[in-house]
């Protein structure tokens, strides 16, 4: 007697499963979640786009068209030409700098040449845009290397416990004690005056690490503590698994999910602290395409007449941060347990 067996059902594709997930759906429905995420995305879109959209220019020095080897501000646009990719991925530390239309004090009015208007001389719309850039770049590598340091840290202290856990912990809390602006300040300053010479970014982005990867270090050792008593970790450990094994494997991808919201979160709130870092005058050298150097250049013209210098950073501060709060939230709402 022949048996007739079912023909095999067609596997359901990852992102197709991903798609339709319920976390996923719920993030769909959140009208607030996909503005925050419109914006971010405009965000990372002039970042990578920011060659193009503030086109350097041969009339304000022409720096970075030369270490671009670009003898026209329009070859920019040629893919046939090695500076369009160097451009986009690897740009020189010349096109960083802000371009200077004059080296008159008093702000000038949007107008053809600079159409948000200059400040101290500088042009506000070229340091936004390449600022939008700087800010990407050490909000990623901020971010990156304190959720790898706590991650790790956290998961350690979490599944040995004990007096390895009780040092960990004790740590963090004077890490804790310390208001972190204060703490990245003094680091800061102490990184910077013991290596003059060092890239600006190395003392911000050491100081940043130190100060923020405990917060981590504490979610995911809760959620640690959580998982390594489930079932398929003890199944593991049975069939021989060693620690680094269960917990690289097997304990710190089934903790991440709390943590990495949080990341989101920071990623939009690291560049609000390094603007605020560029204010005090602890960040780049003046010049650099930094959202904080051009609020602090407003800080001397603080009226009706000269709008421009403050309103346009300001406005990219605010919708930075609330992009990626509005949609960091949002996948924090969607990705809890208890809100299901």
């Not at 914006?39 to 671009?68: M, Y």
């Not at 680091?187 to 923020?212: H, K």
């Not at 069939?239 to 690289?248: E, H, K, P």
Request: proline share 7%; aromatic share 12%.
């Amino acid at each position: 007697m022949t048996t007739l067996s079912a023909p095999p059902q067609p596997r359901e594709s990852r992102l197709k499963g991903f798609l339709t997930s319920r976390p996923v759906q719920k993030l769909r429905r959140n009208k607030l979640a996909m503005v925050g995420l419109l914006i971010s995305l405009l965000f990372v879109l002039t970042a990578f786009f920011a060659p193009w959209i503030a086109r350097p220019s041969t009339e304000a020095g022409g720096n970075c068209l030369r270490d671009l080897n670009l003898s026209s501000p329009t070859q920019i646009y040629n893919p046939a030409n090695p500076g369009f990719w160097q451009a986009l991925f690897n740009a020189p530390d010349s096109c960083y700098s802000i371009e200077r239309e004059s080296f008159a004090p008093t702000p000038v009015p949007p107008n053809p040449q600079a159409v948000f208007g200059t400040s101290q001389g500088y042009d506000i719309f070229y340091g936004l845009v390449w600022g939008t850039r700087t800010m990407f770049k050490l909000a990623l590598i901020v971010v990156s290397i304190t959720l790898l340091v706590g991650v790790v840290i956290g998961a350690i202290s979490g599944f040995y416990g004990g007096w390895i856990d009780n040092l960990i912990q004790r740590f963090i809390d004077v890490i804790f004690a310390l208001p972190s602006l204060v703490l990245t300040i003094i680091l800061v300053t102490f990184l910077r005056a013991r290596n003059p010479g060092v890239d600006p970014s190395f003392p911000i982005i050491l100081a940043y690490t130190v100060a923020g990867w405990a917060s981590y270090a504490r979610i995911v050792r809760g959620e640690v503590l959580r998982t390594r008593q489930l079932e398929y970790v003890d199944a593991a450990r049975s069939l021989g698994a060693r620690d680094w094994r269960l917990i690289m494997k097997h304990v710190i991808p089934n903790s991440l999910a709390s943590v990495i919201t949080i990341a989101i979160l920071d990623l939009g709130t690291v560049p609000l602290s390094v603007a605020a870092l560029s204010f005090l005058g602890l960040g780049f050298p003046t010049g650099y395409a930094e959202w904080g150097q051009l609020v602090d250049f407003a800080r001397a013209w603080l009226q009706p007449a000269y709008w421009y210098v403050m309103v346009f950073p300001a406005a990219f501060i605010v919708l930075f941060s609330l992009g990626f709060n509005l949609f960091g939230d949002a996948l924090r709402d969607a990705y809890d347990p208890k809100s299901r």
